[in-house]
């Protein structure tokens, strides 16, 4: 199943530049752990050490957020990820 990734402008040193990829998977998890095998540097900027996605990182699937479920929902082939990262402050 082929789905592309989005790449945030900010991580496009870690994929060689770049700004989509295509992965294959089932899931959000599996297509984000496919694009780590590709750029294993990417993985850092994602994940903890315990292999949870970092907090202020969400995946949205066709511009809808893949939230609470992130890395267990579903995809479909031909799906388009996007990597965002959450902004707080005061």
Known sequence: ???KINIPSYMK???DGNKVVEVNG???GEC???LVKQFPRIKK???SKEGNLFENITISINGES???EQLAKP???DD???IVLLIGGG
Do not use: I
Request: glycine content about 0%; cysteine-free; overall charge neutral.
């Open 13 to 15: 040193s870690s994929t």
């Open 45 to 47: 900027q994602l994940f």
């Open 32 to 34: 984000l752990n496919h």
């Open 80 to 82: 388009e990820l996007k």
């Open 66 to 68: 893949a939230y609470p």
């Open 75 to 77: 995809v479909k082939d």
């Open 26 to 28: 089932s899931t959000v």
């Open 1 to 3: 199943m082929s789905v």
